[in-house]
């Protein structure tokens, strides 16, 4: 079963940036489509960003001025640089992944099978 370990939140001020990381065990990211999700307080969980098995990376189009998904095979590791960050993208970042070989739907946060503790990210203005 694979596991999912995401680090890189922390503490800017608003206009700031963090590149958060997602790194994979106890297989290879090739095999996976990964994504990454936030949530904060009162609100549901919302897809960001994914790359899949053959290296697609998307990033949803109200982010895609400011946020990038990349990732580095040879460290099984995704990453998500958040770029101008703003008071509203104070949240819990999650990186998620459904089964091997199985697509990524954002806006189906429930069919994603494997998902890491979470790394907090808070704006201030």
């Known amino acids: 079963q694979v596991r999912l370990v995401e680090s890189g939140g922390g503490s800017v001020q608003a206009g700031g940036s963090l590149k958060l990381s997602c790194t994979v065990s106890l297989d290879t990211i090739s095999k996976y489509c990964v994504a990454w999700f936030r949530q904060a307080p009162g609100k549901e969980r919302e897809g960001l960003a994914h790359t899949n098995q053959q290296g697609l990376l998307v990033v949803v189009d109200s982010m895609k001025d400011r946020f990038t998904i990349s990732k580095d095979i040879a460290k099984n590791t995704v990453y998500l640089q958040m770029n101008n960050l703003k008071p509203e993208d104070s949240a819990m970042y999650y990186c998620?992944?459904?089964?091997?070989?199985?697509?990524?739907?954002?806006?189906?946060?429930?069919?994603?099978?494997?998902w890491g503790q979470g790394t907090r990210v808070t704006v201030s203005s």
């Open positions: 998620a992944a459904p089964r091997k070989g199985e697509y990524c739907y954002l806006a189906m946060p429930a069919s994603f099978n494997y």
